[in-house]
């Protein structure tokens, strides 16, 4: 089995003065990340931590991100970035699946260390804090890391990816996207806790002998322009909604195009690219923006274009190498047409949902492919088959390239007294691709206002799952059968 610190480890004890990351300001050798690796793989080893066992990290970016990594590989463990804010029920469900030796954080959360060992530090800290954790049952070591993400029903689901995994899925998109190399600097601005952010564009740099510029993330988004300005990126991989606001200050006069000018891949994931935007960096930028696909599950990317010259503008590319893929209708049978939903095999998939093999049944089929849950079409061009997203099986809200299930956020609507239903879709935003909205059905006699559930909203979600937008209804569109129809309230929703 190939481990990701056995490939890394050696790139990082070989030319040990070159450059490895930039971080606030300055750059740091490989022989700096070296010892970073070295002082938390003591401090985890002196906790008691050992095989088998999952550190939680709830960090921004930093160098500690890819230190804490190594050095949980290293002790044979597995490594788990959370969203500090994604609220303290989904990550209370979270640990309680994942059940931590530890949990690392930027900030107290006093909630947490009531039942879990919880460790604060900086994110510019050389040393952790010296601490004693928790052992827990242990998993399998060559499970690499595992992501938290919540289910269609507002549960908490874990995504467990091993080493295999994730080389594989570096190795082929290195090979795919012929024109980055191991002399590139990447940007790294896209959440840890992101299956795209990790792995594209930390772990994949690293794995090349790539430099990497780190911002801990894109808000404010002064500290990301610093980043790719001193620290001159190559190679960006960003959600759309980071792309947008960068054409959109360049446009207004309030970037000068020639801070992006040095650029020479930029690529997109994690929703659905504008049309308007490849017009825009092709304007602005004289590049046009490559655009890519992927999935928590599939660690994560299973289609990218390959350069700009051989793109498709509205393809999200081929299928990467190493997969196996096909067709079948919305009710799971197969099909010889070239629409339908996407299913995926290959190195790069999960062998299934932690702890939960019933979830894991319902995404695989008989043969080992795992359904998507995206309906596509497919086009040949040039001899090669490319990929194109028509629509999402599921009703899955895309903010800014992080996903909002409706029903979670529903749950949490329904909690505000004045509350008796809530029906939550997603509504287009120029920006950020979707905001969800929400209609909302009172309770007799009660009063409330869009200003009230937007509150209470905030005061139990993360800011990106909150509704931008209420709307009161006396009833909701229902079919023959009683069941909401949510097609008609997002037509509704985007002015149909």
Known sequence: MRRL????????DSEGNKDCYWWDGKWYTRKNLRELVANCESVLRNAGFSRGQRLVVMLRNSPLIPALSLAVWRLGGTFCPLNEKAGLESLTGTLDLIKPFAVITEHPIPELAQKWTCITT????VNL??????????????LAIIFATSGTTGLPKAVPLTHENLISNCEAVHATVTSMNGDDVFLTVLPNFHSFGYTVTIILPLTIGARIAIAPSFLPPAATIRAITEAEVDVMFVVPAIMSFLLMSVEK???PPETLARIRVICTGGDKLNPNLHKMSLKFLGRDIMEGYGLTETSPVICVNHDCKTQITGSIGPVIPGYEYKLKTREGQGTTDKEGVLWVKGASVTPGYLHAPEITAERFDSDGFFNTGDYVKLETHN?????YILDRVTDIIIVGGFNVYPQEVEKVLAEHPAVHQAVVVGMPHDIN????KAYIMLEDGADATDRDIIRFAKEHLAHFKVPRSVEFVNEFPLSGTGKILRRVLRDR????
Do not use: H, M, R, W
């Not at 691709?433 to 969800?436: A, S, Y």
């Open 433 to 436: 691709g979707q905001i969800p």
């Open 5 to 12: 610190e056995e490939i890394i480890i050696p790139i990082l």
């Open 253 to 255: 006069g309030k970037l």
């Open 493 to 496: 929703a985007a002015g149909k």
């Open 383 to 387: 001899g090669e088959e490319f990929v």
């Open 129 to 142: 804090p010296a601490f004693t954790g928790k052992t827990q049952p242990p998993e399998s070591d060559e």
């Open 122 to 125: 900086t994110l510019d800290s």
